[in-house]
């Protein structure tokens, strides 16, 4: 077996491509679904001799991992749910527009980064790891080949098999005269009025290009004096992309109907020719937060720095000339290395709306959370005192989006909004949705008279304009907002509730895995654990003194607190299970995360395989973890869960000599979240949760459907496929079909 790598001539190091998309292949003896005859991405070297290498170098060498590379295996895993002809084909139109969006996202924050340490004299500089010049080429060379098979997919499979189920995406040459004639109607109504054709000439220098936004370079020459001009029209994002030619299900790009009229902005000059391009603005922008005198201040400044931020890529159609690109490169201040060629329409991301048209037998079948059997008695009748009457009754573990997240988490901060005996309501902020049902009902609260303070992470990436609007918002209403700590995110998902009783002062919690946003809560799978114990409270009126206060608590009673505390709990959990192993007692770790990277824990995981501890690792994304090598993580195996939902949750368990110990809460083993961010996760104590959990961690381990298995090499293989029988659903299906059961118990 060979490892690919990316052969760059003259540079070392070599890189190893974690997964080009041609590593993934079918462990299936009949060749079945095999992605294998997919290309690697680069040229391929003898695969890395890992047995040589120090258990230092295995941790921390650019050659093993590196996090950049290690992002794009995991959207390869994603763009393969688009290649995977069992899936709906409009799930699979969904994937390709999720894998864009991530490319996306991908180039403003990470690529946007290394550009800056481009920018500030690094590249050449011997730092630990890859130079950012070596990075940004590798990762144009990966990005192509993901650019290309996307492409691929799109227009030879994909629209071919949708044409066959009665949906078009049409080119404007083949409609009608009818059709045609209507969106000339159309054009002129909608379209024509809003463009504004920019000359790009001595007298009108290149414009601004908005980040993201699609546009036509348009060539055209003057007949009067037969000079070639050039002009930009940018197509308007307030309109929809895809337009109905009158039909159903047949759609025209909004691109190629102002192309097809262009001559009605240029009246007199003979057009040419125009070319679709779009651009990437940097969203990595350097702040200093020490001396900010005002952090609202500080990030609303970086918002509008991040508007005319340096541009990190351009793509273009593959039809545009040389001449073209080479102005618009020279513009831009782009090397070759930035500019991507693409055969088709740009921005996949805008296909999201085709995905949602009503053809429901090219989808998965619907799913309508159910409501948490604890919460079943609860109607429009219900008083707020009976949910947290619930609560008390004993700890409510709830899993979105198998959970309905109205009948339970917003059910919960409503109630308390509601409730005449809540005196307080403290809760932290991360992302939430446009229009939060969360933020109404502590605004309804603080209007009633309660105290209600909110931490708002105005540093949550993408997510800081809405933020401030909410942070305005609420302290409008009276709300107590603080805005973060210096150098800190606050990445934390939890509530307190302080409720007077017959008995004296109560304290409700919700401690979860993700973000109090119902939009999400029925993409993401998450958890939520919602309890009356009187030590959690007490540790979340610790945790929140010290976000709103000046409080420096080093001591918690159950929660796992960052910076703090987490790491230290969690070195000390392994060192258990490896003293337990090496001793013959039972010892076991399982671990579901996003990613996992602090270099801390994955040289105690290293240790503990060595002691014989089987170890599972379940991580969506990013891991540094190289599982099956003999003598250091024999006893390691690493999977990856892609699928309908976006696995988010984290869980933790350690055998514990029989004793097992569960724990859930916002923290993944990235470095970023235990040193680097305020995070909580809260052991799970009631039995009867903790086999919840199990359940959830068996059903990811057993997973021949969606499950992705990380190779030594570091490259990910399919997991068995299975067409009929257990496990033929998969970890979505599996769990959606349980709660069903469990709910109609």
């Known amino acids: 077996m060979v490892s690919y790598y990316y052969k760059l001539e003259g540079q070392q190091p070599r890189v190893p491509s974690l997964m080009p998309g041609g590593d993934a292949f079918d462990d299936n003896a009949d060749g079945a679904h095999d992605f294998s005859v997919m290309p690697p991405v680069a040229d391929f070297e003898p695969e890395l001799d890992l047995s040589t290498l120090s258990l230092d170098e295995l941790i921390s060498s650019p050659l093993v991992y590196n996090r950049e590379l290690s992002w794009l295996d995991f959207n390869w895993r994603v763009l393969y749910e688009a290649l995977d002809d069992r899936n709906p084909l409009l799930e699979r139109l969904k994937f390709l527009a999720i894998t864009a969006s991530n490319l996306d996202e991908f180039y403003r924050k990470r690529v946007g980064g290394l550009k ?24 144009s060379q990966a990005v192509h080949r993901m650019v290309r ?62 980040n993201l936004s699609l546009n036509l370079a348009v060539e055209l ?3 009067m004096s037969g000079e070639t001009h050039f002009a930009r029209v940018k197509v308007p994002p307030n309109r929809a992309r895809w337009v109905s030619t009158g039909e159903q299900f047949d759609f025209v790009p909004l691109e190629q109907i102002i192309i097809q009229h262009l001559q009605f902005l240029f009246e007199g000059m003979e057009l040419v020719a125009a070319y679709p391009f779009r651009v990437t603005r940097n969203a990595d922008i350097a702040r200093n937060e020490d001396e900010a005198d005002d952090l609202l201040e500080l990030i609303s400044e970086e918002l509008r720095e991040r508007r005319f931020a340096p541009i990190v890529r351009l793509e273009v159609d593959e039809s ?21 060629d693409v055969r088709g329409p740009l921005g996949l991301a805008d296909l999201f709306p085709l995905a949602d048209v009503n053809l429901p037998h090219l989808k998965e079948e619907p799913w309508t959370p159910c409501v948490h059997p604890a919460f079943a008695g609860l109607n429009s009748k219900s008083r707020p005192a009976d949910v947290f009457a619930i609560i008390r009754k004993g700890d409510v573990l709830v899993h979105h989006p198998y959970h309905s997240f109205a009948v339970s988490t917003q059910a919960f901060i409503e109630a308390a909004a509601r409730d005449p005996q809540v005196l307080a309501i403290k809760q932290t902020l991360y992302r939430t949705s446009s229009d939060s049902p969360i933020v109404k009902a502590l605004i309804a609260a603080a209007e009633r008279g309660k105290q209600v303070a909110v931490l708002v992470e105005l540093k949550a990436r993408f997510d800081e304009e809405r933020n401030i609007e909410w942070a305005r918002t609420l302290e409008d209403a009276g709300v107590h907002v603080a805005y973060g700590l210096i150098g800190l995110k606050t990445h934390t998902k939890t509530t307190l509730v302080v409720r007077e009783e017959e008995d004296g002062l109560r304290a409700y919690a919700h401690v979860g895995t993700g973000n109090y946003n119902p939009k999400t809560a029925g993409l993401y799978t998450d ?66 995360m996003n990613g996992l990277d602090d270099p801390g824990l994955v040289r105690k995981l290293y240790e503990a395989s060595q002691a014989g501890v089987p170890i599972s690792l379940i991580v969506r994304g990013n891991c540094r973890i190289r599982p099956g090598l003999p003598g250091i993580s024999d006893n390691i195996e690493v999977i990856s869960i892609i699928g309908r939902f976006l ?99």
């Open 116 to 139: 800056r340490q481009q920018a500030a004299g690094m590249a050449n500089l011997t730092i630990h790891g890859l130079t950012p010049d070596l990075q940004i080429h590798v990762i």
């Open 149 to 210: 098979c996307q492409s691929d997919c799109l227009l030879d499979d994909v629209l071919p098999a949708l044409r066959t189920e009665g949906m078009r995406i049409c080119d404007y040459a083949e409609l009608s005269e009818d059709q045609q004639a209507q969106l000339m109607s159309y054009f002129h109504r909608e379209i024509y009025p809003i463009l504004t054709p920019l000359a790009v000439d001595p007298g009108h220098p290149f414009p601004f290009i908005s």
């Open 221 to 223: 020459n003057d007949p």
């Open 320 to 340: 545009m000339p040389e001449h073209v690109r080479h102005m618009l490169m020279t513009e831009m201040g782009l090397h070759q290395t930035d500019v991507y």
């Open 527 to 592: 958890l939520g654990l919602m309890t009356a114990s009187p030590e959690i409270g007490a540790d979340l009126m610790d945790l929140f003194n010290f976000l709103t206060g000046y409080s420096r608590q080093h001591h918690y009673r159950r929660l796992l607190v960052a910076p703090t505390t987490m790491r230290r709990r969690f070195v000390e959990m392994i060192d258990t299970e490896i003293a337990n192993a090496l001793a013959g007692r039972p010892a076991r770790i399982i671990a579901k």
């Open 647 to 745: 696995e988010h949750h984290r869980i933790i368990y350690f055998e514990n000599d029989g004793d097992p110990q569960y724990f859930i809460g916002s923290a993944d083993w990235m470095t970023r979240n235990l040193s680097n961010r305020v995070e909580a996760i809260t052991p799970i104590l009631e039995h009867n949760l903790q086999q919840q959990l199990k359940t959830i961690l068996d059903v990811c381990l057993s997973d021949t459907r969606q499950g992705w298995k990380m190779m030594p090499d570091g490259r990910y293989r399919r997991r068995r496929w299975v067409e009929e029988g257990e496990g033929a659903g998969g970890t979505h299906q599996t769990l959606m079909d349980l709660t069903r059961r469990s709910s109609q118990i």
